[in-house]
Structure formats: structure tokens, C-alpha cells
């Protein structure tokens, strides 16, 4: 009687192995994909949350929305008093609205690949931007032109025609290309992030200058993006998406393209003339 041998043999081994890879190749994809829709849900809720801090701080100024940022002309913003230490630099709505939440990780999406920054709370990074012209700014006192009127006008929420279909927030990542002059420790945070606060349309990153990164949506970690809305409801919608009532140009001074796969959400800022000049808003 012979004694069987309990080892496998060279093509059960391969039959094995090619079993396993073959699994492998079916399911990665899966987990990538639960992976990534998990950040999804999670970037979600933490827009949700920043939009219900935004409409905390409203409720405690008269129903009326802070400035996307502020920052001189002429290099004095540090001399006029609007950036200051009390602020953290120089004031963006984030940290306007941060009392409100508490927890800077909210203003962080999961699918979002720039790199976080020093900051004095911490590593940090902002992957959310407002649409610019329902969060008005960039100003303070305007130098440029010699006077010392703060010039930029805000939106009251009682002023928006449409709410559920104003956009407020955008999902918009890869800031790393945006920022890369730091030149201290804590100078994006402090300084450089004021001028990448606002959206001015959802135009993928594709689409646009490479040089104007901070005017488009970034679809590259999937076929959707997260919009949050003036009610505080969020929603995803997929690249070209044309949301109704709002005008196809690329910037408020830019003529309309029927052919264009993107609204425009820009602001003419420094006109002193308010809203007038802005993309509109949706109409009831």
C-alpha cells in the first residue's frame, strides 16, 4: 500500500493562483468604487454642515452673508487693519463662518488631492469655494482707487429670488497648483487662500486656463460634483450640467455660449455698483 502524497501539485498551484488574480481583477474595482463613494457621502455631510454654519452667521447679522474675502488694494491690507492677527490673517468666509462649526476638517472633501498647509490650527485644507456672485468680495477699504469706502456690497437671504437653485458652495479641489509660492510657514492659510475663495463658473478644470484654476470645477475624481444651495440643501450633478436660470458665459463680462457646458457664476466686484453687475442669480 502506497502512501498518498497531501501536497499539491504545480498545476493546482497555478489554477489557484490564476482563481485569486482573476477575483482580485473583479473586485478592486469594487472597493475603489465603494471607496470613493463613501467620500462622496462624506463630502456631502460635511457641506451640509458648513452651509447650516453659514446660515448660523447669517441669522446672527441681520439675514445678511459675509464677504468672500477680504484684501486690499496696493499691497496695505496688513496697514488698513483687514488683515490682523485677530482674523488670522486675512479674513475668508471660512474663517468668518468658523466659530459657527468649530472643526476646520469640515471644509475638507476626502476627494480632494492637493495637499493639506500649515496653519496655526493645524494641517489644513479647503475644498469647498463659494459661487461669487451670491458671496460677494474680494475687498476691504479700496485702496486702489484712493478711497477708504468699503466697496464690496453683500447678498441679504430675504434679496434671493430663487433659493433652491442659488448655488452657494462648490466642490472644487487640487488647489496644489493654485498655491506654491509659500514663502512662510502659515502664508497660504494667512494670505494666499482669500483669492482662491470663490467660484466663477462650473466649468470643469479641463475646460478653462490652466492658469485660472480657481474658476472651475474639479470632476476629475468622478463624473459628479457636490453643489450646495442658498435653502442648505446639497445635491450632485455631473459635469456640464446646465443648472436653469443661470447665464452660459465663462465671466459676468463674457458673452453667452449656447455651447458652452457651464454657467457662470462670476461677480464684478470692484464696480462698487453691487449685484447690477454680476452673473445673475435664478428667478423665481
Given amino acids: 500500500m ?7 501539485t504545480l ?16 473586485l478592486f474595482p469594487v472597493f475603489a468604487q465603494a471607496k470613493t463613494a463613501a467620500k462622496k457621502i462624506a463630502s456631502v455631510s460635511n457641506m451640509k454642515q458648513v452651509l447650516t454654519a453659514i446660515n448660523l452667521y447669517v441669522g446672527d447679522y441681520d439675514d445678511t452673508y459675509m464677504k468672500r474675502g477680504t484684501m486690499n488694494g496696493n499691497g496695505q491690507s496688513w496697514t488698513t487693519g483687514s488683515c490682523n492677527v485677530e482674523s488670522w490673517g486675512c479674513a475668508s468666509w471660512d474663517k468668518v463662518i468658523y466659530p459657527y462649526q468649530k472643526s476646520y476638517p469640515l471644509f475638507e472633501s476626502g476627494l480632494d488631492r492637493s495637499p493639506r498647509k500649515p496653519s496655526n490650527i493645524g494641517e489644513i485644507k479647503r ?17 486702489w482707487g484712493g478711497t477708504t ?19 452657494l458652495l462648490t466642490d472644487q479641489r487640487n488647489e496644489a497648483q493654485f498655491y506654491t509660492g509659500d514663502y512662510w510657514i502659515w502664508s497660504t492659510f494667512w494670505e494666499e487662500w482669500v483669492w482662491g475663495t470663490g467660484s466663477q463658473n462650473t466649468l470643469s478644470y479641463e475646460d478653462v486656463n490652466p492658469a485660472q484654476l480657481w474658476s472651475g470645477i474639479d470632476y476629475k475624481s468622478g463624473v459628479t460634483a457636490n453643489f450646495g444651495f442658498a435653502d442648505g440643501h446639497v445635491k450632485a450633478f455631473a459635469r456640464g450640467y446646465l443648472f436653469p436660470g443661470y447665464r452660459q458665459s465663462r465671466a459676468y463680462n463674457q458673452p453667452v455660449d449656447p455651447n458652452l457646458k457651464g454657467i457662470c457664476l462670476d461677480a464684478d466686484d470692484y464696480s462698487g455698483n453691487g449685484p447690477a453687475n454680476d452673473c445673475p442669480l435664478p428667478q423665481e
Fill in 127 to 143: 475644498s469647498y469655494r463659494v459661487a461669487s456672485n451670491l458671496i460677494r468680495g474680494v475687498g476691504g477699504v479700496n485702496t
Fill in 11 to 26: 498545476i493546482e498551484l497555478l489554477v489557484v493562483i490564476a482563481i485569486i488574480a482573476i477575483l482580485a481583477a473583479i
Fill in 149 to 167: 469706502e468699503n466697496f464690496v456690497q453683500v447678498y441679504s437671504t430675504t434679496a434671493i429670488p430663487a433659493p433652491a437653485s442659488s448655488i
Fill in 2 to 8: 502506497t502512501k498518498k502524497n497531501g501536497a499539491f
